[in-house]
């Protein structure tokens, strides 16, 4: 099974800060691999997928980058409902698996 | 508008089994996946296996493999998943997600079933 990793687990920031999630995988997988924002009690939301195609609807304040083994997460200026647990997953082999998620606080 | 609508919680003890249903509308209900998807409390998100609507073919994580089930009625656009002999780690809210191939890029999702395991 591949493996995700995220840092870092937890960050706090500023509004308007521009903030960095990085994913890993454990081996390459090319550039399948998506990004999830999800709040307390609530289902995943698809942010960005294929590494950084934004989903529809998203704001464009969100962005992806990254191929192989490593991806990263960049939100251009934090705002107050970006809040949330962020979760990196790949969809390149069964099992898909998720990172552990990295928890976004807004200072 | 695209809708996934999950059935309500569940109390079970540890050997029972459990069905969660996962009613769809507002798409054509075989032309996505369905992919099951689960959260221990506190914990992170975990990938059960999917289902095509369309076929009814099925792949399942081999950690469930055995254990869980999953149909569909394309009469009623609804998935389902069965988890049997349930244990107490089985513990955990249980997510439907729509995809429209068999990899799991879950742009719709289900509100979630919150199963309970308990003696």
């Known amino acids: 099974d591949i493996q995700m990793t995220q840092s870092p687990s937890s960050l706090s920031a500023f509004v308007g800060d521009r903030v960095t999630i990085t994913c890993r995988a454990s081996?390459?997988?090319?550039?399948?691999l998506n990004w999830y924002q999800q709040k307390p009690g609530k289902a995943p939301k698809l942010l960005i997928y294929g590494a950084s195609t934004l989903q529809s609807g998203v704001p464009s304040r969100f962005s992806g980058s990254g191929s192989g083994t490593y991806f990263t997460l960049t939100i251009s200026s934090l705002q107050p409902d970006d809040f949330a647990n962020y979760y990196c997953q790949h969809s390149f082999n069964i099992p898909f698996t998720f990172g552990p998620g990295t928890q976004v606080e807004i200072k | 508008q695209v809708q996934l609508v999950q059935s309500g919680a569940e109390v079970k003890k540890p050997g029972a089994s459990v069905k969660v249903s996962c009613k769809t509308s507002?798409?054509?209900?075989?032309?996505?996946?369905i992919h099951w998807v689960r959260q221990a409390p506190g914990q992170g998100l975990e990938w059960m296996g999917w289902?095509?609507?369309?076929?009814?073919?099925?792949d399942y994580a081999s950690k469930f493999q055995g254990r869980v089930t999953m149909t569909r009625d394309t009469s009623m656009s609804t998935g389902y998943i069965e988890v049997n002999r349930l244990i107490s780690d089985d513990t955990a809210v249980y997510f439907c997600a729509r995809a429209s191939r068999w990899e799991l890029v879950g742009d719709f999702w289900g509100q979630g079933t919150l199963v309970t395991v308990s003696s």
């Open positions: 507002g798409y054509t209900f075989t032309d996505y996946y």
């Open positions: 289902i095509s609507p369309k076929s009814g073919d099925t």
């Open positions: 081996q390459s997988i090319i550039r399948d």
